[in-house]
């Protein structure tokens, strides 16, 4: 079984970065589509950005369009989000997700089109 294990969150002001990653244990995640999402306290988990593993490209929520920025490594075998000029409405828990769906569709924009969960990690930015 693959498990997803972030890391890369902390503290940052805004107007900075962070890059987070996204490890995969127990299995190769070359054949999932990956993505982050995010919940912040008090609200649901969003989605953030997705790349799927069909190689058809990238997509973002419109709040990170142009800041953030998702990849992947699969000799590394595992996938980033570069967040640079954050703000503090940023301030979430970060989660990566896999799932099997290979082309982008609406439905990779929310939580049922993945089957694989990472902890989570903090990121505060404050302001």
């Known amino acids: 079984q693959v498990q997803l294990i972030e890391s890369g969150g902390g503290l940052v002001q805004a107007g900075g970065s962070l890059r987070l990653s996204c490890a995969a244990s127990g299995g190769t995640l070359s054949m999932y589509s990956m993505a982050w999402f995010r919940q912040a306290p008090g609200k649901e988990r969003e989605f953030v950005a997705v790349l799927p593993w069909s190689g058809s490209g990238t997509y973002y929520t419109d709040s990170v369009k142009g800041r953030f920025a998702i990849s992947r490594d699969n000799a590394k075998n595992t996938v980033y989000l570069e967040m640079n000029s954050l703000e503090p409405e940023d301030t979430a828990v970060y989660y990566c997700?896999?799932?099997?769906?290979?082309?982008?569709?609406?439905?990779?924009?929310?939580?049922?089109?993945?089957?694989?969960w990472g902890q989570g990690t903090q990121v505060t930015v404050s302001s």
């Open positions: 997700a896999a799932g099997n769906r290979p082309l982008f569709t609406v439905t990779m924009t929310t939580e049922k089109a993945y089957e694989l």
